[in-house]
């Protein structure tokens, strides 16, 4: 029953917090369009406070989507020290497998991330 309250309280508060976040948002916008654009892009005229809010909302859907929200948090914590984990109780021979494994799939992103120790050429040395 405690959970309940917590998270009636907690619902309590973010939706005025929201609210007030989104309208601010929208003001700040609205003066950022009106203070700038019309002077330094002809053609472009003055917008109101919904117009504002329609910009917001609408790069909110092109450019943020409408993901989960956190990206994560614990969860990829969690997920982070799972895979420590493995790699850290891994054999180098299959640290090796897993490395050449990802190599493959990733392509050459996965070489320009490679640590400058895991080169052949310092291999080569010995």
Same mark, same amino acid.
């Given at each position: ?18 609210i007030g976040g989104l309208f601010l948002f929208t003001w700040i916008v609205m003066?950022?369009?009106?203070g700038i654009l019309p002077g330094v892009i002809t053609g472009v005229k003055a917008? %109101? ?10 790069? @909110?859907?092109? *450019?943020? +989507?409408?993901?989960?929200?956190? /990206? %994560? ?10 895979? @420590?984990?493995? *790699?850290? +109780?891994?054999?180098?021979?299959? /640290? ?31």
């Amino acid at each position: 029953m405690k959970k309940m309250d917590h998270r009636i309280k907690k619902g309590v508060l973010f939706v005025p917090i929201f609210i007030g976040g989104l309208f601010l948002f929208t003001w700040i916008v609205m003066l950022l369009w009106n203070g700038i654009l019309p002077g330094v892009i002809t053609g472009v005229k003055a917008i %109101g406070f919904f117009q504002a809010m329609g910009i917001l909302v609408l790069s @909110k859907i092109l *450019f943020g +989507g409408f993901g989960k929200g956190h /990206r %994560g948090g614990w969860r990829n914590r969690e997920k982070w020290m799972e895979m @420590k984990e493995k *790699f850290s +109780g891994m054999t180098p021979e299959e /640290r090796e497998k897993f490395k050449s494994e990802w190599r493959s799939k990733c392509g050459s992103r996965w070489a320009m991330r490679q640590n400058p120790q895991d080169s052949p050429t310092d291999t080569a040395a010995g």
